[in-house]
C-alpha cells in the first residue's frame, strides 16, 4: 500500500511527538507500505521555518531529500498535472500546501496520514 504523509505527520514522525496517532505510527513502520513525502511539504516547511514559525525545523533543511530517505520514505515532486489538479480541485480549502496534497493524493492513488479533519473536502482517501 502507498500513503502520502502530511507535512504536520512528517514533522510528528521526525519529532517522535505524542500527537502522532498509533494508526499513523503503525502505518508508516510497517514493512510493506510505501511511504512518500511531498516536495509540497519541504516547501511548506521551509516557508514556515522563514517565517519564524517553525523553529524546530532548522534540522530538517540542510538536506531534505537525504532526510526522507534516510527514514525509509520515497521522495515525491511535484508535477504539472498536480498543480493543475490543485486549483481545480472543489472544496472551500484554501491552503496552496494542503491543495497540492490532496490533489497528490488523489493522482497518485495514495492515501493522505493526516490528522486534518479539512483533507477529505477535497475528496482525499484519510487515514488517521
Known amino acids: 500500500m502507498k500513503y502520502l504523509l502530511d507535512t504536520h505527520t512528517l514533522i510528528w514522525w521526525l519529532n517522535d511527538h505524542s500527537q502522532l496517532s498509533a494508526t499513523a505510527r503503525e502505518l508508516i513502520q510497517h ?7 511531498s516536495a509540497a511539504s519541504a516547501w511548506e516547511i521551509t ?7 517553525l523553529p524546530l525545523a532548522v534540522s530538517m533543511l540542510p538536506d531534505f531529500s537525504a532526510m526522507v530517505a534516510e527514514n525509509g520514505f520515497i521522495d515525491l515532486p511535484i508535477t ?7 486549483v481545480l480541485l472543489d472544496s472551500h480549502h484554501k491552503d496552496p500546501f494542503d491543495r497540492i496534497l490532496a490533489a497528490q493524493s488523489i493522482l497518485e492513488g495514495m ?18
Open 47 to 53: 516557508t514556515k521555518f522563514k517565517k519564524g514559525k
Open 80 to 86: 504539472s498535472a498536480h498543480m493543475v489538479r490543485s
Open 111 to 128: 492515501a493522505l496520514i493526516s490528522a486534518d479533519s479539512e483533507m477529505p473536502s477535497f475528496g482525499v482517501v484519510v487515514r488517521w
Open 31 to 37: 514493512p510493506e507500505t510505501d511511504i512518500h513525502v
